[in-house]
């Protein structure tokens, strides 16, 4: 092949996907991704993306990739403008997430089975299903075109990320906001943990439950009951107290023999009408008879209470009380130093002292409680209701509430201030600021521990003799350890291994075990503005990249991600991690639905690449606002492609035809002598103006569809008008190497594809579009009035076609006059000229008036029919020439039954023949050259 400079043809279909496949590989194979990776390493200029980790547990979904794309777009917008980056990956490595789907893979049901596997097995177990996956979302991000430092990415799990929240937890102990308490905590029978607020708000579902009215015995009174509502009957065997609030009214309703009391409007609403009020102070205080006589209730005390919570809108106004099954209970129960009654065990079953609910699963005994109030006399009525209960953010199962000890980090005096560094960050959108605010001032204390197997080990160390110690370094754990050799020979600092370790209590001297306890998974996430940026090893380092100039994640991480970083900063430097937060939401079918296993209306991301490409993958996601969610579909991703990337491969496509085709070779910048060259120049620096501002406001939904108008300009105007003219390949030429350089962050496959061949090096060098620079905009070039005629220009053709559409006349044919009445002063005669090319007009005349009208003198004489012959025969051919597969260059004669004689030498010219004569039917014929 010849060295010589030159085009490339390229296909009208082609296969986006294969050619991004080819591209993928060439970029790799040629070290294209390292070279774009340190493209700035010497710049002064620094942009700091911090990477909120993925979950490295099962494979990307498309779900994944929207978020991942917006990250990786304004990386690479950053980089092309010369910010020196880090481009670290993360992998979320650590909890329940990664224990769960092993313990799904191995079988296992319960932590026993765990144990029985051994902790050391399972923990290995946890790490191997990390790496893997760790890989799989690697390979799956590079295919997504995501240039990152993949060999630099931060995993949760390691020594150093841990050691880093022991610093943390260490100082959260100096400042005593540390502490262990008894609470009843949601919790999950399944997993055999406590969850967190924070949890919690991600595993409420709509559920339909038996909730039932119930008859409470008051002693030393002759058939008096209290009536009662409750959702879960199975806390019944746990009643210590009965609570009223005295700020509504209660009555005394007759029941054949009986006489019940409850609020007012639930008596209403129950249908109860004789009835009498009574003072709902009489009622405090009241002692009435435990439901069940069993070992558990043996000399718990039971009596009526205020309480400012209840309210009669839903049951009867008296509220069950179990202070061991709720945690709103609890606080109730502890304000009033009450009984405390614990039923269930770890895994959701009642412990021993609760007769025939002994052993049995707390979610299954609706119907033997509802047996024993009927048996009883207390059963009153029972109906469903729907209302939204906890279930397990992991694993989906049902909660239940038990009394746990569990690690907490106060929030009363942190919190002032966490609000006031949230408020210094610009939130993106702006109505997510209201949502932190929000989300800081109800927030309780931070319940950091869980009763699990796989995480951070706690470095909590507490003694028999009441002395807590937090170790707070690898280093301070070897000081103080019973055996210091045993702290250089641990495997890893995940259970079981760090259990062996003991440490000398520094007050009494016994040796102490480590609590068991692992951490809250959000601890692992929140400490990385620190842990991955060198915070104890190399202030210098981490002061040039704290803080982050941008994080990105969905809104949810308002109270996960966002939250624990901000905590983390707060404490250790008061101040905010980061600067800006673009927020982005849910991905949905094409229809608007959720997706779910269940319903089998997810796309695999596999499936979805190879089908639509990355590209228009991309591309979908950036088009929307980020906070709003997106449908996602074949169907969307076709008209992605038929909207915007199928014009702008077409766009190319004609510039390398025509370029072929006239043997043009690339000059240096276009003159511009021409006002269609003009008009797209103004047009393509206004486009690099607006598209660099959209940027650096992380709206990429303006910036998409600023290029989008642009490349419609090029193609439906400009190539449009300039089909004629040779010189415009100058202009058109520029504007797609400028065009690409402005498409490349978002859709950097077909990017790459444009730019090798307009610089006709087809990926035979090392140079790549993700090399480039930003392009600069030419404010000179802008001009404002020129955009606003053009536009006006287009405006009048809309019209006048229109016109003509009503009056069935083709375009084809020439008409006399277009008189068009304007409020504004007539175009220039260049401007003009362009109109009447476009409408086939030969003439235009300009009114005043307060409104755009036209109006067309259809008229014809017979030169103008003649003309108009001349075209729809010009047409004709043109369409055969197309029908029968001949090139651009290919010359052709014309057999024709007649031809308009005035037109032939415009006829010959036009559709590239070198003669013409008569035959019975309109026929073509290429020539051999």
Not at 93 to 107: F, R, T
Not at 483 to 503: A, G, T
Not at 507 to 531: I, Q, Y
Not at 795 to 814: D, E
């Amino acid at each position: 092949m010849s060295n010589q400079k030159h085009f490339k043809p390229v296909e009208a279909n082609l296969d986006f996907s294969k050619q991004e496949e080819k591209i993928l590989d060439w970029w790799y194979k040629n070290d294209i991704v390292s070279q774009y990776l340190h493209k700035n390493d010497n710049s002064k200029k620094t942009f700091s993306f911090i990477d909120g980790p993925i979950t490295a547990n099962n494979p990307m979904g498309v779900h994944h990739a929207r978020g991942r794309t917006l990250k990786d777009v304004f990386q690479r917008y950053k980089n092309a403008q010369g910010f020196a980056q880090r481009f670290q990956n993360g992998f979320d490595c650590q909890g329940l997430w990664v224990e769960v789907e092993v313990e799904k893979e191995a079988g296992f049901n319960s932590k026993k089975d765990i144990s029985n596997f051994g902790l050391d097995n399972f923990t290995n177990s946890c790490v191997s299903r990390v790496n893997k996956y760790a890989k799989i979302q690697t390979d799956q991000s590079k295919r997504l075109a995501m240039f990152m430092d993949w060999d630099n990415s931060y995993y949760t799990m390691s020594e150093t990320n841990n050691l880093y929240i022991w610093y943390f937890l260490k100082k959260i102990q100096e400042k005593g906001w540390l502490y262990q308490k008894k609470s009843a905590t949601t919790w999950c029978p399944r997993c055999e943990t406590g969850l967190s607020q924070h949890e919690q708000a991600d595993g409420y579902q709509d559920i339909t439950d038996t909730s039932v009215y119930l008859k409470f015995k008051l002693k030393d009174r002759q058939n008096e009951f209290v009536l009662a509502w409750t959702t879960t009957p199975w806390t019944l065997s746990a009643n210590v107290l009965l609570a009223i609030n005295t700020n509504f009214e209660y009555v005394k309703a007759k029941i054949g023999d009986d006489y019940l009391y409850l609020a007012k409007d639930s008596a209403d609403r129950l249908g109860l009408t004789d009835y009498q009020k009574i003072n709902p102070q009489s009622l405090l205080n009241l002692k009435y008879q435990s439901l069940y006589d069993i070992p558990a209730q043996k000399g718990v005390k039971h009596y009526i209470t205020q309480w400012e919570l209840v309210d009669p809108v839903e049951g009867t106004g008296v509220v069950h009380v179990a202070p061991g099954c709720g945690q709103e209970d609890f606080e109730l129960g502890q304000q009033l130093n009450s009984d405390m009654v614990a039923p269930l065990d770890e895994t959701g079953h009642f412990m021993e002292g609760y007769g025939e609910l002994t052993g049995k699963y707390a979610h299954d005994v609706v119907d033997m409680v509802f047996n024993h109030l009927k048996k009883t006399g207390a059963f009153f009525k029972q109906e469903k209701i729907k209302h939204r209960y906890p279930h397990c953010w992991r694993c989906k199962t049902k909660c239940l509430f038990r009394l746990e000890d569990s690690w907490s980090i106060s929030c009363k005096e942190i919190k002032p201030l966490l609000k006031k560094n949230a408020d210094k960050t610009n939130w993106i959108p702006k109505h997510v600021r209201k949502r932190m605010q929000n989300w800081l001032d109800n927030m309780e204390d931070w319940m950091i521990s869980r009763k699990r197997f796989y995480g951070l080990s706690l470095p909590f160390y507490q003694c028999q003799c009441g002395e807590l110690t937090v170790i707070g370094s690898k280093q301070e754990l070897k000081d103080r350890a019973v055996k210091p050799d045993l702290v250089d020979k641990l495997h890893s600092l995940h259970r079981p291994w760090i259990d062996d370790i003991e440490i000398k209590c520094p007050k009494c001297g016994k040796p102490v075990k480590r609590v068991t306890d692992v951490g809250d998974c959000w601890l692992d996430a929140g400490v990385v503005p620190f842990s991955t940026l060198k915070y104890l090893e190399d202030k210098k380092y981490w002061n040039k990249w704290f803080p982050a100039d941008l994080v990105c994640e969905m809104t949810e991480q308002v109270r996960l991600w966002y939250y624990s970083m901000l905590f983390f900063s707060t404490v250790l430097e008061e101040t905010v991690p980061y600067l800006n937060v673009l927020n982005y939401s849910e991905v949905r079918d094409q229809k608007g639905d959720r997706m779910s296993k269940t319903k089998g209306n997810g796309i695999p991301y596999e499936q979805a690449v190879n089908k639509m490409s990355v590209d228009a993958m991309r591309w979908l996601y950036c088009q929307q606002k980020s906070h709003q969610v997106v449908n996602f579909g074949f169907d969307i991703a076709k008209d992605v492609k038929r909207g915007f990337i199928l014009i702008l491969w077409n766009t190319y496509r004609f510039f390398l035809n025509h370029a072929q085709q006239q043997n043009w070779q690339p000059n240096s910048k276009p003159s511009a002598d021409h006002i269609l060259d003009k008009w797209i120049l103004s047009r393509l620096n206004q486009t690099i103006k607006e598209a660099t501002r959209y940027m650096d406001k992380y709206q990429s939904d303006k910036v998409t569809e600023t290029i989008e108008k642009f490349v419609q300009d090029l193609s439906t105007w400009f190539v449009r008008q300039s089909r004629q003219r040779p010189q415009s390949l100058d202009t058109l030429y520029y504007c797609l190497k400028q065009l690409v350089l402005l498409t490349a962050p978002f859709i950097p496959y077909i990017s790459e594809e444009i730019y090798q061949n307009l610089q006709q090096i087809h990926y035979q060098t090392s140079d790549s579009v993700h090399l480039q620079n930003w392009p600069q905009v030419e404010s000179d070039k802008i001009d404002s009035l020129l955009n606003q005629n053009m536009d006006r220009v287009r405006q009048i053709c809309q019209l006048a076609h229109a016109q003509r559409q009503r009056q069935s006349l083709k375009v084809r044919q020439p008409l006399a006059c277009l008189t068009v009445k304007a409020p504004y002063k007539a175009l220039s005669t260049e401007l003009e000229t362009l109109i009447l090319k476009e409408t086939n007009i030969k003439k235009i005349k300009w009114l005043k008036s307060d409104q755009l009208q036209i109006e067309l003198d259809t008229n014809l004489s017979p030169a103008l029919i003649e003309e108009g012959q001349y075209r729809d025969l010009a047409r004709q051919i043109q369409l055969m020439r197309k029908k029968q597969g001949l090139a651009l260059q290919d010359k052709i004669k014309i057999h024709c039954p007649s031809w308009p004689q005035k037109f032939e030498a415009e006829l010959l010219q036009k559709t590239l023949a070198v003669s013409i004569d008569k035959s019975d039917n309109l026929e073509i014929e290429k020539v051999s050259e």
